[in-house]
């Protein structure tokens, strides 16, 4: 492993991927700073230019974008308290109450030096724990992977949005889609409705910038004439209070180990994401606090916590990617599609098929970390303008992005018409609650859980008690149901408490009253 990994670094340290790291933290940042736009949009506009470099080039670019993306989100979350994604919103009420008392650069570095850490402890549990889990996984077959990818579509549908129901079917159009065109294993059409051009199926990046993209866009039109605010901070003239000094983080360090051990554990399980990790880091700091009231009153123990963990998420969430091919949010999900267009398949054998790209990969996580410090540290002053730019100058320009990526796939018209009626689909979605992430998480298995079914078939014949042999159908099949029944349980919780707290808002309103 030390042999592979000393030749992943000597595949990233040339100039290639070092310019597409660099272009990848500097959007990843302005993409993220920026209310409303968020790291997954700038995925989804960066893919096409992935088309046309290597593998290792384009990858790491798109991971940096990712990795500087969610720290991007944490700088509108504290200058103006406006958390480009849910995971940043307790980084918000920490940091928006230090730049409050004149203490901005002291919330930003905080949460850099938080998310680095973070990110470089879950990017070593990555190298070291993803080709030993792929070991084990190669031993299933055919059967034990058709459970297995029973069980991702019931985690993600179950897991993804505010109800289970929407989530399962949102996962069960994905798949719908998916079956359009061709099929690649007996040759029948299916879904075509006489149309040539489905043949082929659906182009995967104009139905990935119209659904998850191009709504952001009707939205924030629908909602033009809400005042975002003016950016007018005050800073405090003594420098102590707009830096962290090596005796605060130390101090905090302890925090941010364990908090990012929280991010790396909850990353490995698909589906719950960095709100989840966020929330959980959150609220075990503020738990064994000496001073638990300064959470939430800008404590610089908060921030850490809540950075580390969502950020550590990132790194975790390629374990089931890679080894298991189960993509643990929409953002791995667009990044599973990327590997997909390099010609490059997830899974366990990636590790033997592809051995010097997955640890030039590996080898970029680690340098987009460096080059995150370095950019975001230098770059304080201009992020804190890129924070405060109306939306309405910037989603022209993501209009324009997307209807040129979308046809610059395959300088194909359709791909554009394809894109604006995927922008009225996934508008659609957003509007009747179902979740798009989930959509895309089923359109993107399908043909895997096709071919292995079809391989299973294959092996079982008549003799169909094979199905239910192996332990992996029974464990899976355990797991499926367990992740159901604990969603449900967990959210009854949450509708109970919610509904207690209702009553006891309207019981002191009364009281008042009296």
Not at 37 to 49: D, E, F, G, H, T
Not at 348 to 373: K, M, N, R, S
Not at 384 to 401: D, E, G, L
Request: aromatic share 12%; glycine share 10%.
């Amino acid at each position: 492993m030390i042999e592979n990994i000393l030749q992943g670094f000597a595949t990233i340290f040339s100039v290639g991927p070092i310019v597409g790291i660099i272009i990848g933290v500097i959007v990843g940042i302005i993409f993220g700073a920026i209310p409303g736009i968020s790291a997954i949009m700038a995925i989804a506009i960066m893919l096409p230019l992935t088309f046309y470099v290597e593998p290792v080039v384009g990858i790491t670019m798109l991971l940096a974008v990712y990795k500087a993306g969610i720290y991007g989100g944490s700088i509108s979350a504290i200058l103006i308290n406006t958390p480009g994604a849910a995971a940043a919103f307790l980084t918000a009420q920490d940091g928006h109450a230090l730049t409050r008392m004149g203490k901005s650069g002291k919330a930003l570095c905080m949460a850099l030096y938080a998310s680095v850490t973070g990110e470089m402890l879950s990017t070593l549990v990555l190298i070291f724990v993803a080709a030993p889990i792929s070991l084990i996984s190669l031993k299933a077959g055919p059967i034990e992977r058709v459970y297995l990818l029973f069980f991702a579509f019931t985690v993600i549908g179950s897991v993804t949005g505010e109800s289970i129901s929407r989530g399962l079917l949102s996962t069960c159009l994905g798949m719908l889609f998916a079956t359009v065109g061709m099929s690649s294993i007996t040759g029948a059409t299916r879904f075509t409705f006489g149309i040539p051009e489905l043949m082929s199926g659906f182009t995967f990046t104009p139905m990935l910038i119209g659904v998850l993209v191009m709504p952001e866009v009707i939205i924030a039109i629908r909602q033009r004439n809400s005042a975002q605010g003016n950016l007018k901070l005050t800073v405090s003239p003594n420098p102590e209070d707009n830096r962290i000094s090596w005796r605060e983080y130390r101090s905090v360090l302890g925090t941010i180990i364990k908090s990012s051990g929280i991010g790396t554990f909850i990353g490995s399980l698909p589906g719950l994401g960095s709100t989840t990790a966020a929330f959980l880091a959150y609220g075990e700091a503020r738990r064994t606090a000496k001073n638990p009231e300064k959470f939430g009153n800008g404590s610089i123990r908060g921030i850490a916590a809540a950075e580390s963990a969502n950020n550590a998420v990132c790194g975790a969430a390629m374990i089931p990617m890679l080894t298991l091919s189960i993509p643990g949010d929409d953002v791995t999900a667009l990044l599973f599609g990327a590997f997909l267009i390099q010609g490059i398949t997830p899974g366990p054998t990636i590790f033997f098929e592809h051995t010097q790209v997955i640890y030039g990969i590996f080898a970029g996580f680690l340098l987009t970390d460096f080059f995150l410090l370095f950019f975001a540290r230098i770059g304080f002053k201009f992020w804190t303008k890129i924070a405060s730019v109306p939306r309405y100058y910037i989603f022209p320009c993501v209009t324009i992005f997307a209807f040129a990526g979308s046809f610059t796939t395959n300088q194909n018209i359709n791909d554009v018409l394809l894109l604006i009626l995927f922008t009225m689909f996934g508008f659609g979605m957003r509007l009747v609650g179902l979740n798009p992430a989930a959509y895309l998480i089923g359109f993107i298995l399908t043909p895997m859980l096709e071919q292995n079914m079809d391989q299973a078939v294959a092996i079982v014949g008549d003799n169909y008690s094979m199905y239910f042999t192996t332990p992996f159908a029974w464990i899976f099949t355990g797991l499926a149901a367990l992740s159901v029944y604990s969603t449900i349980r967990q959210r009854k919780r949450a509708k109970v408490k919610r509904n207690d707290s209702a009553c006891l808002e309207q019981g002191e309103a009364v009281a008042d009253k009296v």
